[in-house]
Every structure is written in C-alpha cells, then in structure tokens.
C-alpha cells in the first residue's frame, strides 16, 4: 500500500523498490553470465557486484565511486 507524507525523503526512500526491481529481472545473475572480468585474488570483490554497487551508487545520487 503507498501512501504520501508530507517528510522530507532521501534518495535511499527509493532503493528498496529499485533492488525489488533488478532481483526481479534477475539483472545479477545476467551481469555475472556476461561479465568478461574475472579476478584471480581470493580476497578481491566479485566485478559484478562491483558494478551492481555503482549503478545503486548512482541511483543514490553518487558523484564519485
């Protein structure tokens, strides 16, 4: 159920429906099938979830990364 408030709101207000969103497209998984970089260091972050962190980054509204 949505409801309007008269409160300020954040970016992150949003971010929840947006992460809804990808897990419903299944756009992780895809990201991993295509992503052409692999990291050989057991203590390096995967790339897709590096690039997955950047599109949630802008989304936000990050300028920088």
């Given at each position: ?23 419903k497209?299944?756009l ?6 295509c ?21 949630i ?9």
């Open positions: 159920m949505l409801q309007e408030t008269e409160r300020d709101l954040t970016p992150f207000g949003g971010i929840v429906v947006f992460l809804e969103f990808l897990n497209i299944e992780v998984k895809k990201v991993i099938e992503m052409p970089i692999v990291h050989r260091s057991p203590n390096s972050i995967p790339p897709a979830q590096t690039y997955i962190a950047f599109l980054s802008v989304a936000t509204g990050a300028r920088r990364f």
